[in-house]
């Protein structure tokens, strides 16, 4: 099959930060190429530098995609030491929180979140979820089908490696995507996804993946990543969405619905009365909630005027 390639933005563009933002916009994931070309990571971060610096951390290995092992806690440097074995491509270093534990790290990977207009860290420090992740895989890791966790967008910046990267739209039930191998040979054509695109990305190029857009990563050789999570205006609705998915009142006023239905008259007016009002009181506290954001707008347009 011939890829669709994700578009790309060159790291001299004039307007590269409008054309991301739009591409964020737009819900499609876009390329920077070489944008991290002089980061100090792309130069240092050899497998020498990286024993050196967090070779006794301990991090959880996950399984690569479809390989039959449990996850399992090893050194950076255990994990390094696999390359050259069989079992270099059965697990996969994902999700480490490195920049607690190895703030030195932090000063060779540009935190792009800043340039990107990250809300976050409008937060009190204290409250700023830590959304900064490495990723070091040997050559044919891979990870499962995921849109990007708490309704976030991400930037992804490889260090060292090359990394191919996947994006479907779910057909159905997305669900079923998180057991569809992207790099397997049942992906094409595969019922519950269409419109693939991809993008192989070098030491140097940062990814951009827009909120709720589904993708998975192969790593080709010996890959060494950083990603950012951030939320901004086109993901704020994205972002509390999230957080109402896990709110149980809507399932509790049908599931309430349904008993009602089943009680004799007498209880049945009393029952009413309170589901009427409970959900009386919630569509009101929608419209403060909607209220509230118009003063937002307001302030917005103030301090537009006052330009
Ligand atoms: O590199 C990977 O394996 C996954 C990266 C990814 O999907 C992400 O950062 O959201």
């Given at each position: 099959m011939n890829w669709i390639q994700v578009p790309e933005v060159s790291a001299d563009a004039v307007g590269r930060k409008?054309?991301?933002?739009?591409?964020?916009?737009?819900?499609?994931?876009?390329?920077?190429?070489?944008?991290?070309?002089?980061?100090?990571?792309?130069?240092?971060w050899?497998?020498?530098?990286?024993?050196?610096q967090v070779g006794h951390r301990e991090v959880e290995l996950s399984p690569s995609f479809g390989a039959s092992?449990?996850?399992?806690?090893?050194?950076?440097?255990?994990?390094?030491?696999l390359a050259s074995t069989p079992q270099a491509t059965d697990w996969y270093l994902t999700?480490?929180?490195?920049?607690?534990?190895?703030?030195?790290?932090?000063e060779d990977v540009a935190d792009l979140s800043h340039e990107l207009g990250d809300?976050?860290?409008?937060?009190?420090?204290?409250?700023?979820?830590?959304?900064?992740?490495?990723?070091?895989?040997?050559?044919g890791t891979k990870g499962p089908m995921h849109v990007d966790n708490l309704g976030t967008s991400a930037w992804l910046s490889v260090v060292r490696g090359t990394k191919l990267v996947r994006f479907c739209t779910p057909v159905g039930l997305s669900r079923r995507l998180r057991e569809l191998d992207a790099f397997g040979p049942e992906a094409e054509g595969h019922e519950s996804a269409t419109g693939w695109s991809e993008v192989c990305l070098q030491a140097g190029d940062v990814l951009f993946i827009p909120s709720g857009v589904w993708h998975a990563a192969c790593n080709r050789t010996l890959c060494v990543s950083v990603t950012g999570?951030?939320?901004?205006?086109?993901n704020?609705?994205?972002?509390?969405?999230?957080?109402?998915?896990?709110?149980?009142?809507?399932?509790?006023?049908?599931?309430k619905l349904i008993r009602v239905a089943e009680l004799p008259d007498t209880e049945r007016v009393a029952s009413l009365d309170d589901l009427a009002e409970g959900v009386e009181l919630l569509a009101s506290a929608l419209d403060d909630e909607r209220a509230f954001l118009r003063q937002f707008s307001r302030r917005i347009e103030a301090l537009r005027n006052g330009l």
């Open positions: 409008a054309t991301i933002s739009e591409a964020m916009r737009r819900r499609t994931p876009i390329v920077g190429r070489g944008f991290g070309d002089s980061l100090p990571a792309v130069h240092k050899s497998d020498a530098f990286l024993r050196s092992v449990r996850p399992r806690v090893a050194t950076v440097a255990d994990y390094l030491r999700d480490w929180n490195f920049g607690s534990e190895a703030p030195s790290l932090l809300w976050l860290k409008a937060l009190d420090s204290a409250r700023q979820p830590d959304l900064l992740w490495m990723y070091i895989g040997h050559e999570n951030y939320v901004a205006g086109h704020i609705a994205a972002h509390r969405a999230h957080y109402l998915r896990g709110y149980r009142g809507f399932q509790m006023i049908e599931g």
